[in-house]
């Protein structure tokens, strides 16, 4: 949480090392997300469909390629006020609805619901 901004990219589903043999694409929020926000710290994530299904947009900013990223750098750099309120805000999200307990219970919810769709 030392950084001024954290920059959250999203694994290319082509590179070599991840192993990903057959070629399936990302598409969710990664799990440094959370981490990043349960630190009361600034990021910038990658788009990822389901991104906002978990923070909204006065949450979490994103970008859609190198050039978005580089601009939204030069952007928030200069705007500490507004970097230390996305912070603030996903980490009240954060510690108030993505820790394990919730995630368990939410599990167990659905287990006990028969619904399993979000699992």
Request: hydrophobic share 30%; aromatic share 10%; with cysteine.
């Amino acid at each position: 949480n030392g950084a001024y901004i954290n920059i959250n990219t999203l694994r290319p589903f082509d590179e070599d090392k991840n192993e990903n043999h057959t070629g399936i694409k990302n598409k969710s929020v990664n799990n440094r997300i959370f981490d990043i926000s349960a630190c009361d710290a600034f990021q910038l994530m990658q788009n990822a469909d389901d991104l906002y299904e978990y923070f909204s947009e006065d949450e979490i900013v994103s970008f859609s390629d190198e050039g978005d990223l580089i601009n939204k750098i030069y952007t928030y750099i200069k705007n500490k006020d507004e970097t230390a309120t996305y912070s603030m805000k996903a980490y009240k999200k954060t510690t108030e609805n993505h820790t394990f307990e919730n995630r368990l219970k939410t599990i167990i919810s659905c287990i006990d619901s028969g619904k399993t769709k979000h699992l």
